[in-house]
């Protein structure tokens, strides 16, 4: 176990931690801003990948609903534990709002999908890419109502989605796989070198907001014993609930497999970085998703390595 464990971090974190290492020291002492990054990732690099990545793809009809099957259950699940854990623990509703957020996302695209190439190679990237594209959809739909709940919009989360470039990309790609269309060799070549850019930007940036995260929380800031029993809560939803849920939930639906290990990793996931910006526009306990997001993170580095070595 010990083997496999250095093994892993050798192989595959060791890449993954260069690009975050980087993204972190220059926040730190060139304070850049990481928005017009995260716009490039979002709006060119992210659906490029996706679109690459569906047309090319090994899936089938069945991994295609069996993901979507776990990705409704799973998060049904998760729903139902942060609320039985907010209840339990008496926290006030901006809490358990915030411990909802930190259940449910999960950092799938700037961290999972750079992992999940490193990890299990093209055929791991095919089968994330449908999780991943739920996720996005999911995010921006029903992360909004569990963020606002007495202030949700329908009209103005189903309005999200269509502001999405990752969506359209993912719709096109589907549409020209369908119906046999192939791209001239020298445009396939221009996307291929676009979604290339894609894994170590996105690190780049994550290293960069964790460093963000942490100038956000750090200081005096004062933290009540409600926040205080929401943030051990969270930690202990996504570090170890989560992944124990999945698991269990994956063998019942009966994946396995490749398709097992890459959605079981994926939804091992730390906090998705997205989820504060909903906690604080809703004002869904910000300062409690972010501690997670950061500790979820750190984390990470010592779970995901154990969990993908006990999966090989």
Known sequence: MLSTFIHTLYQVFLP???????GALIKRFKSIETKP?????LYLLSPALIFETLMHADISYGDVTQTVMFTVLNMLLLWGLAAMLGKTLLLPAAERAGLTLVALFTNCV?????????????????????????????????GVYFAARSHFSMKQAVLSIFK???????????????SGVLLPPSLEEGVSMVSGAYSSVALFILGAQMVSVNAGSSGRAVYTAASQKAFYAGMALRLVLSPLASALLLLIIGIHGTL????????????????????EQFDAAPKIVTRCILWTTLASFLVLPLLIGILS
């Open 16 to 22: 993954i931690s260069l690009p975050v290492i980087g």
């Open 164 to 178: 999405l470039p990752s969506v359209y990309a993912a719709v096109l790609a589907i549409l020209l796989r369908t």
């Open 110 to 142: 700037n961290y999972g999908l750079p992992l999940v190439l490193l990890a299990f190679g093209q055929a791991g990237l095919d089968k994330a890419s449908v999780y991943v594209i739920l996720q996005i959809i999911i995010v921006n739909t029903i």
């Open 37 to 41: 990054l995260s716009t490039l990732s």
């Open 260 to 279: 097992f290990n890459v959605i079981l990793i994926l939804s091992s996931m730390p906090a998705a970085v997205n989820a504060v910006i909903l906690a």
